[in-house]
């Protein structure tokens, strides 16, 4: 398995060199970081002291990557959109971890000096690490609700949360291999029907699978053309 640092590596590659793709300039910073032994070492010891979270060393190269955002827009030959959007911009850990994440707070039009009502309190429990770039409302999120290591992942979606079958670590190297393509986490999701704005899903679950083999032909995308059927077959079923 690659390591992050790998993983984006090709992913920045592959979006750079096809000229099918434009990097959008003013929401790109695509740049590793090169933390000292001791600014890890620091932050290591403060998560482990403040929150009880403990990492392991294949985490490590996501301080590398803390300060990388990215979007992307594919083109066809005369530089008019095709329709296909990516990108990302990642918090830091400590942050996710440690600080209280008010984000969601939108969703519900609560001021930020409002008290949570209760129905809402368990929305505390989420600090993003990762943000869809082409749209703030759908944040990949670490629920705060247990110790001794990285907690459960949820993607946070305009105003619920859903667990994601995947690791910390596979959520970022997923999102580089789908070159984070606006809708990608949903290929990870058991999606329920009644989700909301579910025809959004859907069109992004679509676009995905139209253009990334045509973007890039020479990745195995069944996965994803199979997990789009599954889901279209799902909620038809449950009309």
Not at 91 to 119: C, H, I, M, Q, R
Not at 165 to 185: H, N, P, S, V
Request: proline share 5%.
């Amino acid at each position: 398995m690659k390591t992050l640092k790998q993983a984006y590596t090709v992913f920045l590659e592959n979006l750079t060199n096809n000229p099918a793709i434009q990097l959008v300039d003013d929401w790109s910073q695509t740049s590793l970081g090169e933390p000292s032994g001791r600014f890890i070492s620091r932050k290591k010891e403060s998560l482990e002291r403040e929150a009880g979270i403990i990492l392991s060393n294949t985490h490590m190269d996501y301080f590398s990557l803390v300060g990388v955002h990215l979007a992307w827009r594919s083109i066809d030959s005369e530089g008019i959109d095709t329709g296909a959007f990516g990108g990302f911009r990642l918090n830091g850990l400590t942050d996710a971890f440690l600080f209280y994440s008010d984000f969601w707070k939108g969703a519900f039009s609560l001021a930020p000096d409002v008290e949570v009502p209760e129905s809402l309190k368990h929305f505390e429990q989420i600090g993003w690490f990762e943000q869809q770039i082409w749209d703030d409302a759908v944040r990949g999120c670490f629920l705060k609700q247990s110790e001794g290591g990285p907690p459960p992942i949820v993607l946070f979606r305009y105003d619920q949360y859903f667990p994601l079958t995947l690791t910390f670590e596979e959520y970022l190297l997923r999102m580089f291999e789908t070159y984070a393509i606006k809708g990608w986490q949903y290929f990870y999701i058991d999606i329920p029907k009644n989700v909301v704005r579910s025809e959004i899903i859907l069109n992004e679950m679509q676009t995905a699978c139209e253009l990334l083999p045509k973007l890039f032909p020479n990745q195995d995308w069944t996965y994803h053309l199979n997990k789009y059927q599954e889901i279209q077959l799902k909620w038809k079923k449950a009309k």
